[in-house]
């Protein structure tokens, strides 16, 4: 990866997040939809995406996947093909009835079973899959482009939007992070940072933050369980075991850096 890209050395996250969605995605999904990739090739393209925003968010390869999303507010790559082979059925649903691929597609949806590995099997299992109207039903009646476009975007924004949220619940690492402010296509708030101060600090901070909230910084009470001679007493105070908790409200040693920023003059 470009140095410009890679995490604390670089560009902000958001700013080379919004170069991803715009030139390097396209290119990753480009013609995915009218060959629908098998389950092994999506795989490879979900991990090369994830470890992707991963690096940009500068958080390690073990940081649990529904946080990277529930963060940048991308959605998987299956969720990104789903949504642009419905909008192509869509265009094909709007043909003339004389056109071959409108024929096509309804000798295909009447006479093969769920078995059958046709494009349009794999579209009839997205509909259902997406609680969307039937085929048959919106070859007889399509949609307008825009209208089924954003019908599309909100079924499958709300599909997915549910999966990693119920996803991410699951992890301890992750009850710091507040997973049901995921929208997917908008990024967490916790990117948003202050570009007046100088953006090299404020990515460094940044990058501190969402070790923080996805369970990735490494504190005593986490080394000494790995490590010879080591114990989970915090060393700056010696007063306690040094959770999360300890190091961000209860360490003295800490009280005039967190007395700086509390302040209510800042």
Known sequence: ???GLHGENGLDPITSLHLIKTFIQPILTYGLEVILPTS????????????????IMSLPICTPDPSIY???????????IDQKALILFNNICRQ????????????QLSIKDQSSNSWFISIKKMIFKYGLPSPLQLLNCAPKKFQWKRTVQIAVYKYWKEAIISSGKSYTSL????????????????????????PTRETTRLAIKLKLVTGNYILQNKRFRYTENETPICKLC?????????????????EPIRRKIFSPDR
């Open 1 to 3: 990866m470009s140095a």
């Open 70 to 80: 529930i963060l940048s507010g991308f959605l998987p790559i299956e969720a990104q």
């Open 96 to 107: 003339d009835n004389s056109n071959l691929e409108k024929k096509l597609a309804i000798r």
């Open 238 to 254: 010696d007063q306690g075991d040094e959770t999360l908790c300890h190091f961000l409200l209860d360490c003295q040693i800490l």
């Open 40 to 55: 092994s090739n999506l795989l490879k393209l979900e991990k090369f995406q994830k470890q992707l925003l991963k690096r």
């Open 175 to 198: 009850r710091h992070l507040n997973i049901d402010a995921y929208n997917p296509g908008k990024f967490h708030h916790l990117l948003d940072i202050n570009t007046t101060n100088d």
